[in-house]
């Protein structure tokens, strides 16, 4: 999964991708170095963002929703039920929710009535207040129990169980210490019987434990990939597609090779 952030805050891409013609080319550049699927944001969620309006995610998605080259699947990073309901009727076919539905009651509605695809992730808080000292029991566990009950009420809002994937939320609420728990025990996360998205793309984790600035997360991040993907993950979704798409074909023919 592409990354595309066509906001002027994101920590990594924010204000590259602004204008319409921009974003919409760097759709298909990362559609051609390998991504199945793009995920397109218009809201911030990186520590300490301020929330958005749904007017103004929408002024800056139609422009581009109605650019993109349809043959390119496209996710929608929105927690606004109105936002994914214009999505999807442009032709996106899946929501990313980091509030895995609670923020809008009508998000989980909109997606079983148009019958797509979402992702459910897991945040301590918000973004605003995440990464104020974030605290677990068993953070394995007790992101594995919130996931579970979001997969219940997805369902209980008409949302077909095979349409819904999981995301552990790496970084939104969590220490250096949880999220590399996380990341060890994806395999508890894959016991919930849906697919499990995993996002580390040059997140700030890397400064705390390598000390290495955002333009030097590549490696790290590659090598955080290969090992969600050894330990289950399902979805990768990045900012560099090129190099990780590489890696995980080498990684597959090594993986080939042994069998």
């Not at 990780?244 to 597959?252: S, Y």
Request: hydrophobic share 45%; with cysteine.
């Amino acid at each position: 999964m592409g990354v595309v952030n066509v906001t002027p805050d994101s920590f990594s891409d924010g204000g590259r991708y602004v204008d319409a013609e921009t974003a919409v080319a760097r759709i298909g550049a990362l559609a051609a170095e390998g991504a199945s699927i793009i995920d397109i944001g218009a809201e911030s969620t990186r520590p300490g963002a301020k929330r958005v309006p749904a007017e103004e995610q929408l002024a800056r998605l139609k422009p581009v929703l109605e650019a993109a080259p349809l043959a390119v699947p496209l996710s929608i990073d929105t927690t606004r039920a109105a936002v994914a309901e214009f999505a999807l009727s442009a032709g996106a076919i899946m929501i990313n929710d980091v509030s895995a539905g609670r923020d809008d009651p009508e998000m989980l509605s909109v997606v079983a009535s148009r019958d797509s695809d979402i992702c459910l992730m897991h945040m301590h808080g918000e973004p605003a207040t995440m990464q104020h000292d974030p605290e677990y029991d068993d953070v394995v566990e007790d992101v594995r129990a919130f996931l579970a009950n979001r997969i219940e009420a997805a369902v209980a809002a008409g949302v077909a169980e095979e349409r819904v994937v999981v995301d552990p939320g790496i970084g939104f609420g969590k220490t250096l210490h949880h999220n590399l728990a996380l990341l060890c025990g994806l395999d508890r996360l894959r016991d919930l019987g849906r697919p499990v998205l995993v996002g580390v793309s040059r997140k700030s984790m890397f400064s705390a434990l390598l000390g290495r600035d955002l333009g030097e997360r590549l490696v790290p991040s590659v090598a955080a990939a290969l090992a969600a993907t050894s330990r289950g993950a399902a979805v990768l979704r990045v900012h560099d597609v090129r190099e990780t798409a590489d890696a995980l074909r080498v990684w597959r023919a090594i993986e080939e090779g042994r069998a």
